[in-house]
């Protein structure tokens, strides 16, 4: 008897989660404007979050030469969304032409560096929304938790972590199907909502969680303080807080809880429905277009990071008269009155 494949095995992203979709929904892919757009927008994403991130990695690298916890952090997740992107041409490719053409070892690779990337990321976000609560709530309390080096032992431990949801698909992906697919033998309906529900908690329930958790008591502690100071300089800092915690916990909601409600969604489902592959691929590239969010957030929240960015892109309009400091001397983990940043 033939055995069916999961939607994501034969139309999504190859992402280790965009496997995880409905078994018995079989889709012929076209060269359609649909096909050509979303092969266009992949290539878009893909620039788009390499370049960012890149910025983001040298500027860190140059400028801050990751002196602080904060940009530790930011390092290590700026490098898993730079990485995250490099899956993302052979992704296109086998999408725009329903096949996999780089061989078994390019899939199993593709894959597992997929998956470590984007929890890798997940959890640096998770990680940075706690070391922000610190820094701003009660810094010389928590000097001794966020120092440079106990966040890069975190990094470490964060990197080595995200193996673990991975393993499942770096064993049973293969290319022995034309492409780079879980083997339908072992991927039963039992298998994928296993896989989908613990990736769930630990990609998107948990750390969404914690985010809440610690950006809510940091608003409410600053707001508070705010109540008890009448300093125009403790409302601008609860102001700008504010506005990062909603950037950063919207655009995190946004762009990945509609893939897991899909993914969920997907294994009730028994038809052919073209409306709802194609809506299904676009959330997967929507799940991808985070990781081009983060760098442009910095440069819209963090008036440190834009000075650096300008320093890098427009070195001659950085000058010490233009800024009114030169750009080296500023720190990026600065969150004084002065020149603070509430994401660095």
């Known amino acids: 008897m033939e055995t069916a494949m999961p939607l994501g095995m034969l139309q999504e992203n190859a992402s280790l989660l965009d496997r995880s979709v409905v ?13 050509v757009t979303m092969a266009v927008l992949y290539l878009a994403v893909c620039i788009v979050g390499l370049a960012g991130n890149s910025l983001v990695i040298v500027a860190i690298l140059k400028l801050d030469k990751l002196s602080s916890a904060t ?8 490098l898993a969304d730079g990485l995250f992107m490099v899956g993302l041409p052979f992704i296109a490719i086998q999408n725009f ?19 470590i990337n984007q929890f890798t990321s997940v959890f640096c976000l998770t990680v940075m929304s706690v070391d922000r609560y610190m820094a701003l709530v009660d810094p010389l309390r928590f000097a001794r938790w966020r120092t440079p080096k106990r966040a890069k032992i975190i990094a470490v431990l964060m990197w080595v972590f995200s193996l673990f949801p991975v393993l499942p698909m ?8 034309g492409l780079c697919t879980v083997d339908p033998h072992v991927a039963s309906d039992s298998w994928w909502l296993t896989f989908l529900s613990y990736t769930f908690v630990l990609g998107f329930a948990l750390p969404f969680s914690v985010m809440i958790v610690f950006y809510t008591a ?37 762009c990945w809880l509609p893939f897991y409600v899909f993914n969920f969604c997907s294994l009730h489902r028994t038809d052919l429905v073209l409306n709802f592959t194609r809506g299904f691929e676009f959330v997967v590239l929507l799940s991808y277009s985070w990781s081009c969010a983060n760098p442009i957030l910095y440069a819209c929240l963090s008036e440190t990071f834009r000075r650096h960015f300008q320093s890098l892109l427009c070195p001659l309009k950085s000058s010490p008269t233009h800024c009114g400091r030169d750009t080296e001397g500023y720190v990026l983990h600065d969150t004084s009155a002065h020149g603070g940043s509430v994401l660095a």
């Open 23 to 35: 078994n018995n929904i079989i889709v012929q892919q076209h060269f359609d404007a649909f096909s």
């Open 71 to 78: 940009t530790v952090y930011i390092f290590n997740l700026a």
């Open 97 to 115: 032409q329903d096949q996999w053409i780089f061989g078994d070892a390019v899939c199993k690779l593709v894959m597992v560096l997929d998956g």
């Open 170 to 177: 770096a064993i049973h992906f293969s290319a022995d199907y």
């Open 218 to 254: 940091l608003v409410v502690t600053l707001r508070n303080a705010r109540h008890t100071s009448s300093s125009l300089e403790s409302h601008r800092l609860e102001k700008q807080v504010t506005k990062m915690v909603v950037a950063v916990i919207f655009t995190f909601g946004v």
